[in-house]
């Protein structure tokens, strides 16, 4: 590769400086294509980690008195899985696609503010890093994915027996500290962009779901972390300077946690799902050859469901002794959240209906998305009612409820936007053979891990045990789903091997594959630094469907524009 | 137009059967955890919630998943397909999807609130008997305020009467739970919730931990045994007896000297050998841990051991939080060599390896000598 470059203003040859070669170009861009492609590898990469710490749980569980792991060393595993997989795989990986596709989506060149979209991203790595390096030294957080106060103190208790007294929890406070930094930074540029760089002609009510989504999101993000923030740091004051906010002997109250991490992390759960149900509304259409049947119901359902979602928080703690008429406001609430979720479901189901399916490996992760996320929305319903909540949270029915959510609903969701966007990042498409393949493994795996912890949760079974013992019916179940993690994690070697070969040497994309609807497929895959030669004129939701099809052109058809 | 042999089969009717066969399996599988298997008015009403959602998601599981197999068959691409017709919605049946899981989400909430308040209330008659169930890490300690007496492991309740939890911890935060005869209620420092429930046949229940409270979580059970009312009541009289002093010379006179002089009574109380009935609030030698454990800056820990009380041990079915069953008749330290000793019995394991047996509980202490646990084990196992 030349180390030399001549400059286009005074045609002298120089020595490239560091950030036009090939890694410090990567290093110091500010481009949201570059940062959304380091985005999504960096989440990835985390996913793989969350991943592995997921198959060492489900071995350690596969049997009765499993003697894999040390309990100390089990405590470590299922926090880091939850805190990885949460803070370090689905939102960078959900914002890796915001980054990348939203500026094209909107007809714009860039974010609107580039080097604060870098600072994102770098805060997201070392954020990431730093919890990690956790292990390195022998103390990786081992409190729980939500460190329960006063659990995670430095000390607690009449007997001065210590709890936390480690690093484990300072690793964890202020890698999720700085989390919230790049996560803050990332949401104001998403909404700033989104309010103001649209293409002409680009009305708020002709943005793809994606970038609705992508906006909700970041509103929730923006009013969800501080709460966070203030939990975090109280805690590193319990820890380090003699507070005592969570310590009940000192006039100090354990729920104050619960409420304020909390109040952070039901919206958190729309975060990680909102712009997942962007994706699915972009690919269910265009594998339809159908508009999104009802574009306002969808989009306005999102919003609700971000308002709503500031006021559900204390279902988590229907067990803690909350009275009555407080519960019965949080379950009235949680039963209006359901709402537009079903409406949602419904209008992905319309859209299908009547449609002309292609089953490329995109949509059927959007399809399988729907039947999981189904599943998850209602075993969701059945932790809502108080009284049954009172027998089954924190049991193995809420696991498998998060992870119908989670795993059926984010992470198919996220396959289906790689398999989706991989041509248009790339130039190249991803096999179509090896994804159909990923898919049925995932599909079978999915439920074949998930789907026995609701009967496990109804037997009994608590979360969080790093054993159990052979005489309580629980160990048939446990296996399944420990192959089931099995089935889930070939899958996912299956799509390594998929990636790396396809980016080698995969079929030629060119710029629209799919024969797509949406402004990043007319341009070049990939595109330009710019994007855009020219910003696209945009007169309905489907810019580049009426561009394709001028006779037929959403514009022209009254019932588009309602 | 042939008339067809069988009228459709009803989507609903199809779900309902198919919830009801699930229904009985459900109850039929599962062990001692089982929340569908129940012996008390509380966990029934939670599972009678639980059948009438189970029935609903049934229903809605079936029609969509129906729905969405059935566009994918029946819209899938076949050569010479025409474009779809281009439906950007269509307001009226919008209203109707978003009406309709409203008005059914809203009878749901119906029922929850009502049972909500009826599984929370306090029990407006009936006798009833008051238990502070007490979290430690990793077992639960029981004291009976009426009666001012301890135990560990093993809750004894009478059948057919109410039980009022008062629910203290001066740790970490736990939750108690009897799947069988009641859900959950955290136990957090400085709340003291409460919790009613009552069994309505005699047996034996598992209760479990349920929140998240540190390495030995798992390790972190309790037997629940529903006995009749009289002997209950012999139970409470035995309970408030002191230990039982081993006659001179045996076995477990020598149990009795290594527990006084050695590194045990450090942590564990017995009444009648390191703690003496009849001081002011605690006739038997048993101490209201809400009140004597409660403020570290007057901790007594003559009142307040950080261990289980052992004076009753032998009577307990289950051993340091469940980790062993408390196989008494097993165990025959005067007969049997430490080996054979060490391979039946469980309180023998447990006293040769704690630490082996349950990582990280706060037993941690010197290698007992074969003697010793020889000894140890005659000794506890005679206070029954």
Redesign the interface.
Same mark, same amino acid.
């Given at each position: 590769m030349a180390t030399q470059v001549i400059d286009t203003t005074t045609t002298v040859v120089r020595r490239k400086t560091f950030s036009e070669t090939y890694i410090g170009e990567w290093i110091t861009t500010t481009d949201h294509k570059k940062l959304g492609i380091m985005y999504l590898v960096t989440g990835f990469f985390f996913f793989l980690v969350g991943g592995m710490e997921a198959l060492l749980i489900r071995t350690q569980l596969a049997f009765p008195d499993g003697k894999v792991l040390?309990?100390?060393e089990y405590?470590s595993i299922f926090t880091m899985h939850g805190t990885t997989m949460i803070f370090l795989f689905v939102i960078p990986v959900l914002v890796g696609f915001g980054n990348y596709i939203v500026p094209l989506m909107i007809g714009a060149r860039d974010m609107a503010f580039p080097r604060l979209n870098a600072f994102g991203y770098w805060g997201l790595l070392f954020g990431g890093l730093f919890l990690q390096a956790s292990f390195a030294v022998g103390s990786a957080p081992d409190?729980?994915w939500f460190m329960?106060a /006063?659990?995670s103190e430095a000390a %607690?208790?009449?007997?001065?027996?210590s %709890?936390t007294p480690g690093m484990n929890a300072d690793f964890w406070i202020l890698g999720v500290l700085m989390l919230g930094i790049s996560s803050i930074a990332g949401s104001v540029n998403f909404v700033v962009t989104i309010l103001k760089l649209r293409a002409p002609g680009m009305s708020i009510n002709r943005m793809p779901i994606f970038a609705w989504m992508t906006l909700v999101t970041s509103f929730l993000l923006l009013f969800a972390l501080p709460s966070l923030t203030t939990a975090s740091v109280l805690l590193l004051l319990d820890r380090h300077l003699g507070t005592h906010f969570y310590q009940?002997?000192s006039g100090?109250?354990?729920?104050l946690w619960q409420h304020l991490f909390w109040s952070f992390g039901h919206p958190e759960v729309y975060i990680l799902i909102l712009p997942a149900f962007g994706i699915i509304s972009e690919v269910l259409p265009v594998f339809?050859?159908? /508009?999104?049947?009802?574009?306002?119901?969808v989009a306005w359902s999102g919003v609700a469901i971000g308002f709503l979602s500031f006021t559900v928080w204390a279902h988590h703690m229907f067990?803690?002794?909350l009275p009555?008429l407080a519960?019965?406001f949080f379950?009235?609430s949680t039963?209006l959240i359901?709402?537009p979720t079903?409406?949602k479901?419904?209008?992905w189901?319309?859209t299908?209906?009547?449609?002309?399916?292609?089953?490329d490996v995109p949509m059927l992760f959007a399809?399988g998305f729907?039947?999981m996320f189904?599943?998850g929305g209602?075993?969701g319903?059945?932790l809502?009612?108080? /009284?049954?909540?009172?027998?089954?949270?924190?049991?193995y029915f809420v696991v498998a409820h998060i992870h119908y959510v989670l795993f059926g609903g984010s992470a198919f969701a996220i396959f289906a936007g790689v398999f989706y966007w991989f041509p248009k990042m790339t130039g190249k498409m991803l096999n179509a053979t090896l994804g159909k393949i990923q898919f049925w493994l995932f599909l079978i795996g999915v439920n074949l891990t998930f789907f026995p912890m609701h009967?496990l949760g109804?037997?009994?079974? /608590?979360?969080?045990?790093?054993?159990?013992a052979g005489?309580?019916?629980?160990n048939d179940l446990n296996l399944m789903a420990s192959i089931g993690a099995l089935i889930i994690g070939i899958g996912v070697m299956v799509f390594l091997y998929n990636f790396f070969t396809s980016l080698k040497s995969g079929q030629p994309a060119g710029s629209d594959p799919w024969d797509a609807f949406t402004l990043e497929w007319d341009t070049t895959s990939p595109p330009k630094k710019y994007n855009f030669l020219t910003i696209p004129v945009v007169r309905s939701r489907r810019p580049f469907f009426d561009k394709k099809y001028p006779e037929?052109a959403?514009w022209k058809?009254k019932?588009?524009m309602? | 137009m042939r008339k067809p042999v069988f009228r459709k089969p009803r989507r609903w009717l199809l779900a309902v059967t198919t919830s009801v066969l699930a229904a009985i399996f459900l109850s039929a599988c599962g062990g001692q955890g089982n929340i569908l298997d129940t012996y008390g008015p509380i966990a029934g009403q939670e599972r009678t919630l639980f059948y009438i959602i189970l029935a609903i998601a049934t229903v809605v599981f079936v029609g969509v998943e129906g729905a969405l197999v059935y566009s994918i068959i029946r819209f899938r691409e076949r050569p010479g397909m025409p474009n779809p017709r281009q439906i950007h919605g269509n307001l009226t049946i919008e209203m109707i999807w978003t009406a309709v899981p409203a008005i059914i989400l809203f009878i749901t909430l119906g029922f929850t609130i009502q049972t909500l308040f009826a599984v929370d209330a306090a029990p407006a008659s009936g006798s009833m008997v008051t238990v502070e169930a007490v979290g430690h890490q990793w077992w639960w300690e029981f004291y009976y305020p009426e009666y001012k007496i301890t135990t560990a492991d093993s809750l004894y309740i009478p059948v057919n009467t109410n039980i009022k939890v008062e629910l203290y911890s001066n740790n970490v935060i736990h939750s108690f739970w009897v799947p069988q005869l009641t859900g959950k209620t955290d136990v957090i420092p400085g709340h003291n919730n409460v919790k009613y429930f009552s069994a309505n046949q005699t047996g034996t229940y598992i209760g479990e931990c349920a929140e998240y409270c540190g390495t030995e979580h798992a390790n972190m059970k309790f037997n629940v045994v529903v006995v009749q009312p009289d002997q209950f009541n012999t139970w409470v009289t035995t309970q408030q007896q002191a230990a039982v002093t081993p006659a001179k010379g045996s076995l477990a006179a020598q149990g009795e000297q290594i527990f006084a002089n050695g590194v045990c009574s450090g942590c564990h109380g017995i009444v009648g050998v390191n703690i003496q009935p009849g001081a002011a609030g605690s006739p038997y030698g048993y101490y209201d841990p809400s009140v004597y454990c409660n403020d570290p800056n007057t901790l007594d820990t003559t009142k307040c051991k950080i261990g289980p009380n052992l004076t009753h041990f032998g009577s307990r079915s289950l051993i340091a939080g469940g980790v062993l069953t408390n196989n008494a008749a097993d165990c025959q330290p005067e007969t049997e060599t430490f080996q054979q000793l060490l391979r039946t019995c469980n309180l023998a394991k447990w006293l040769n390896d704690p630490q082996g047996i349950k990582p990280g509980n706060d037993m941690v202490i010197n290698q007992l000598t074969p003697d010793q646990i020889k000894a140890l084990v005659a000794y506890l196992e005679s206070l029954k």
């Open positions: 040390t309990p100390q405590d409190g729980g329960y /006063p659990l %607690c208790g009449v007997h001065a027996v %709890c009940y002997a100090g109250d354990p729920l339809s050859r159908k /508009p999104l049947f009802g574009y306002t119901f067990a803690v002794g009555p519960q019965a379950a009235t039963t359901a709402i079903a409406v479901i419904f209008n189901l319309g299908v209906y009547g449609g002309k399916l292609k089953f399809l729907v039947a189904l599943i209602l075993n319903v059945a809502a009612i108080v /009284p049954v909540d009172y027998q089954l949270t924190d049991t009967l109804l037997f009994g079974m /608590p979360r969080r045990q790093w054993t159990y005489n309580l019916g629980w037929i959403d058809s019932e588009a309602h | -």
